[in-house]
């Protein structure tokens, strides 16, 4: 017998065997769906997480406030130093004009301020740089990399680096960021496992009403792909119906829980992660439930091999 000959019968015979089995079928499908759609709401909720984070990662910067003696010249230097640091992300720089400019806008309602300011013959505030790191732990590489750049032959150009002041907030999101990883990283393995497991007791009733079939088949000296295989393909079938529920039902819920999500993460929406990124989602949960579902079938059927 060939072996497209044989992969054919396999392959009936599992459609067969998924019918007949409707019960059971329908049962291991509910229980699929119902944890692809876990799956599915984790890995949104992954995304939101990492929105989220991503969003207070960019508002957490080192400051470098130099001195008003420090030359357009040398804080170019300096400036053009840093990025070329592989761990900095971005370099935003602040004149004397723009500090003061700023500065006036924030005590606009403070007229003594205001008045004290004009009374100076001379701009008070040095420029500055605003340095963003790709990492929050590349901060502290960075700012001893400033510290070593602090003096031109005039003398310190710097005043002052603000990262130990921020030290404590910074360390504080970094070990956020790992937690909410790992703790990410674990869930998802867990529940893969208990899906799995669930499963698997599910897509055994249908081989134990098939025990009797598959002892004869094993007395007739049949191989295992053509005794395994029939069960494999019906764990298939499981995983992709159940995808196919799980995609249509997302889109309902994702359009539920678009506003209420955006005015909670401030930049993530639901419907919109869903809709930019259908062929990932798609993709991953078509992709486990045909890994769980074929995956259930091969190791429950293991048993009734050597009967």
């Known amino acids: 017998m060939g072996f497209w000959t044989t992969t054919k019968r396999v392959a009936r015979y599992g459609l067969i065997g998924f019918l007949r089995n409707g019960f059971i079928s329908l049962a291991a499908?509910?229980?699929?769906?119902?944890?692809?759609?876990?799956?599915?709401?984790?890995?949104?909720?992954?995304?939101?997480?990492?929105?989220?984070?991503?969003?207070?990662?960019?508002?957490?910067?080192?400051?470098?406030?130099?001195?008003v003696e420090a030359t357009e010249e040398d804080i170019g230097n300096i400036q053009r130093a840093i990025e070329a640091l592989p761990e900095v992300a971005t370099v935003a720089y602040t004149s004397r004009e723009q500090a003061l400019d700023e500065f006036r806008n924030r005590h606009e309602n403070d007229q003594l301020t205001i008045q004290a300011l004009d009374q100076l013959d001379d701009n008070p505030l040095g420029a500055s740089l605003a340095i963003r790191a790709k990492e929050t732990t590349q901060y502290e590489s960075i700012a001893k990399f400033i510290e070593s750049q602090q003096t031109s032959p005039e003398g310190t150009i710097i005043s002052k680096v603000n990262f130990y002041q921020n030290k404590t907030a910074i360390d504080r999101l970094t070990s956020i960021i790992e937690v909410a990883r790992k703790a990410g990283m674990g869930i998802a393995a867990f529940l893969f496992a208990a899906s799995l497991l669930i499963t698997f007791n599910t897509i055994r009733l249908a081989i134990y009403t098939a025990r009797d079939e598959i002892g004869v088949m094993n007395l007739v000296g049949a191989s295992h792909w053509y005794v395994r295989g029939p069960f494999v393909i019906a764990g298939i079938l499981y995983g992709i119906i159940s995808g196919i529920v799980v995609i249509l039902s997302l889109y309902p819920v994702a359009v539920w829980l678009g506003p209420p999500s955006e005015r909670f993460f401030g930049n993530f929406n639901v419907l919109t992660y869903y809709t930019t990124e259908f062929p990932y989602v798609f993709l991953i949960v078509m992709a486990i439930g045909i890994v769980m579902g074929a995956l259930s079938a091969f190791l429950a059927v293991r048993r009734y091999l050597n009967q």
């Open 29 to 67: 499908i509910v229980i699929m769906s119902i944890t692809l759609f876990v799956v599915s709401g984790l890995l949104v909720a992954g995304a939101a997480l990492q929105a989220t984070l991503q969003q207070l990662t960019e508002k957490v910067d080192v400051n470098v406030y130099f001195t």
